[in-house]
């Protein structure tokens, strides 16, 4: 079955960089969700979207935006890169608000 | 502030013995919880949820108990195998808002 997609898988950035985290939801999902996970840490909630409208804010820094686009793919956009950004960003989807959120692999990121 | 939460952060476990990896919550308005399972760099994966009119939900080999009373979630793996070493989370869903846990490191001993 399809899953979620996230690309790029690794990525390293150094400090007040930009970085653009991508994900493709699974097929007929309609709601996205994003993730932080720093080492030995419980995944962190920063932002979801439904059906391309922003939907909840979490913990998302001011330096960070996503947005969610037609086809339901969703990018997170990370400006002025800090080193305590170095983690794990993963991104969910579900078939509808409030359902299960199945997660992707994940894009490692690393600021020097 | 309310939160999930695990009892303990480590449980290891002989193979073919059966494992039970506990929660606490303090959220009574909460009405979903997952659990996920997440290996070493990669992502959660589900493995079972429950609702809060249930107290008991079972799947291939794991099953998931809720004690509302005393605001309890538990996972119970039977027959442990070396590939269930991981992290479990459990996560409540409460009124559009998940929260993980701290995770729990499950190792299976050979």
């Known amino acids: 079955a399809a899953g979620v997609i996230q690309s790029p898988r690794h990525l390293i950035k150094e400090k007040r960089e930009t970085a653009t985290l991508k994900c493709y939801p699974i097929?007929?999902?309609?709601?996205v969700y994003w993730y932080q996970q720093g080492p030995g840490q419980d995944p962190q909630f920063l932002i979801s979207f439904y059906e391309k409208m922003q939907s909840d804010k979490g913990s998302i820094p001011d330096r960070f935006s996503a947005q969610q686009f037609s086809d339901y793919h969703s990018e997170l956009n990370m400006s002025s890169l800090e080193l305590g950004d170095s983690a794990l960003y993963f991104c969910a989807s579900s078939i509808k608000y409030q359902e299960t959120q199945y997660f992707g692999p994940g894009t490692r990121l690393l600021v020097l | 502030g309310e939160s999930v939460g695990l009892h303990l952060p480590t449980l290891s476990v002989q193979e073919g013995d059966n494992s039970i990896i506990n929660c606490a919550y303090s959220n009574s308005a909460s009405d979903y919880f997952i659990w996920y399972k997440q290996e070493s760099g990669k992502g959660p994966q589900f493995i079972i949820d429950i609702r809060s009119n249930m107290d008991k939900r079972q799947g291939q080999r794991v099953t998931v108990l809720l004690n509302k009373t005393v605001k309890h979630l538990s996972l119970q793996i039977a027959a442990t195998q070396p590939g269930d070493s991981a992290v479990y989370f459990c996560a409540e869903n409460n009124n559009n808002d998940m929260r993980f846990g701290a995770g729990t490191r499950l190792t299976v001993k050979p």
């Open positions: 097929p007929r999902h309609d709601t």
